[in-house]
Every structure is written in structure tokens, then in C-alpha cells.
């Protein structure tokens, strides 16, 4: 039995007469520790099976069994715990909350959780020991991502599922970015779903969407190092 298993998964969206195919049939395994990618372009379904794995939508038929427990069969407070407890998410746009300091962004998450990091701490290991007092915008994009990237994982959460992480950053912060959260699938099992070929290099699993279905799964032999990256 793997960590993640994802079977026969659909979700549909209607808008007005349109249904919409989001996820189509989608099955897929994932290992603990796994760094994974799910990669494809604009519409995909990528974000959709993102939302699907973290509890933020409900899928319409199917089943994403996570540590041997069927999520899809959580009622509502169940997924609010879920949510809560066991899922950290990194968005595009950091989500920051912009009258909170960095120290105060990742306090808050801790305050909703039952087995929390210290903040300072989880801070200091994404490598912002000098601005846990800065606000938001007091930050560049790749601080505000590292700080979006401490409050999640000082949830200390089972899976970290990030959405275009380095959608918005330039190349180098990007690629720093990308070291961080390659390294924390040490401790929690990581998730990024890109567009960008390039980033399913480092990957070890490389989950291929396309049109809503699964294009390709593969394992990648030869793992680059972040550092090789170029784009
Ligand atoms: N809440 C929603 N309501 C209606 N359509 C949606 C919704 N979310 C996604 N879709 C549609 O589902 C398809 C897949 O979207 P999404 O999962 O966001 O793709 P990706 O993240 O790969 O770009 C797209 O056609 C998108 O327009
Ligand atoms: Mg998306």
C-alpha cells in the first residue's frame, strides 16, 4: 500500500450548459518522502487535483486514500481537521497576510494546529533569521515565498502541496525556492505542480496531466541536482 493512492478519480465543473472535465479517471500512487511534480499545461487539471489531495474540494466519484485513511469519505469537520492538521499549502502568490509580521504569519498557523513547529525555528531553517519582523511587504518575492513556505511546514504537516511555487519568482529565486522544498521531502511528502518542463527534473516522480487524464507517470532515473537547472 503506498502513502498516497489516488484511484479513479473524476471531478467535473458546470458552467451554465458546459460540463468541464477536470479530472478524468485519474489514478496515480505516491510514496512517503516522494518529491513529486505534477506537471502540464494551463487547464490541465492540475490545481484541481492539488485542491482534491488537500481537502479544498470534494471530488465526484473516486477515492484519495492519504496514510490509509479514504479522505474523500471525511464529512465536513473531518476535512476542516484534515485541512488543518495534516496539509500545508504554498500558492503562486505567497498569501500572506499583510498586517502580520513573517513571525506573526507563521505563529498564526500555529495556533490552529495540535502539534506545531516552534516559528522562530522553522524561520531560521528557511533562512530568514533577520526578517521575522519584517511585513510582507517589507519582503521580495522569494523572502515572502520562504515565509509562505515556514508556515506551512510549521504545521509540521504530512504533505506539502504547493501550487506554481516559482510561478512568480525570477530564475535564482526560483531555483532557491525549489532547493528548500526539495529538501523538506526529507521530512514531509512534497508535491509541486508546475507548467515548467524544467522543474520535473528534479522530480522523482514525474505525473504527466494533460486535457484532465493522465498523459504519463514516470521515475525519473537520473535526478538533477537544482543547481544544474536552467530555463
Ligand atoms: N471552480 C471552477 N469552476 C469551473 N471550472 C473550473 C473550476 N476550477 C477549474 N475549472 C476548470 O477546470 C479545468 C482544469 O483547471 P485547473 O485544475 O485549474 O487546471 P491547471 O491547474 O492545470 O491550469 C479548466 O478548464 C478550468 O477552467
Ligand atoms: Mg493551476
Known sequence: ??????????KTYKIGQNIIKANDDINFTIEKNEFVVILGSSGAGKSTMLNLLGG???LDSGSIQIDNIDISKYNDKQLIEY?????GFVFQFYNLISNLTAK?????????VKNPL???EVLNEVGLSNRINNFPTQLSGGEAQRVAIARAIAKNPKILLCDEPTG??????????LKLLRNLSK?????????????SKIADKVIKFSDGKIKEISINQNIMKVDDLEW
Open 56 to 58: 479544498m474540494d470534494r
Open 104 to 112: 506573526e504569519n507563521v505563529e498564526l498557523a500555529c495556533e490552529l
Open 187 to 199: 521530512k514531509s511528502t512534497v508535491i509541486v505542480v508546475t507548467h515548467n518542463y524544467e522543474i
Open 1 to 10: 500500500m503506498s502513502y498516497i493512492e489516488v484511484k479513479n478519480c473524476y
Open 168 to 177: 512568480a519568482l525570477d530564475f535564482q529565486t526560483g531555483k532557491q525556492i
Open 118 to 120: 516552534n516559528p522562530i
Open 83 to 87: 485541512r488543518r492538521n495534516d496539509v
